[in-house]
C-alpha cells in the first residue's frame, strides 16, 4: 500500500496573465504542449536498440477562448501585429484550486498573437459570443 497523498486539480479555475496583467478568465486555454525532436543513430553492432539523441523543442500555439466582452486590449495587440508595430510579451496561465490559492503556472516567453476568430453568429442560438486568441511563443515552463 502506497502512502503517497497526491493533490488532483479541476481544470475549470484557471486566469491569463500577460505582461503581469491579468487579462481576464478564459472558458478555455490549449496548447500546453512541447515536444522535443530526436534523430535515430545506429551503432553498428548494437542490433538491439538505435540511439535516440534529443534535437529541437517545438511549442504549438496557444489557444485561448473566451466570451466577448468590451475590453480590447487582446485585439489592440493583435491589431499592432497587423500593422507591423508589435511588442512580443510574456505571460502566464493561471490554475487555482477551489479556495482560489494558485496551485500551478505556465510561464510562456516572448508571445504576440498571430490569428484571431470571432464568434460564430446564430440568430437561432442563445450560446455565449466567444472569440479565439492564438499565440505564437518561444517556451514553455511548468512552476508548481
Known sequence: ????????????????????????????????????EYETYEEGGVNSYSHRIPKRTKYPHLVLKRGMTDCSELWDWYEEVVNGKFKRKSGSIIMEDVSGKEKCRWNFYEAYPSKWTGPSLNATSSDVSIETLELVHNGLKTIL
Open 1 to 36: 500500500m502506497s502512502d503517497w497523498n497526491h493533490t488532483y486539480f479541476t481544470t475549470y479555475r484557471f486566469w491569463v496573465e500577460i505582461d503581469g496583467l491579468l487579462v481576464g478568465s478564459f472558458s478555455e486555454v490549449s496548447g500546453l504542449e512541447s515536444e522535443t
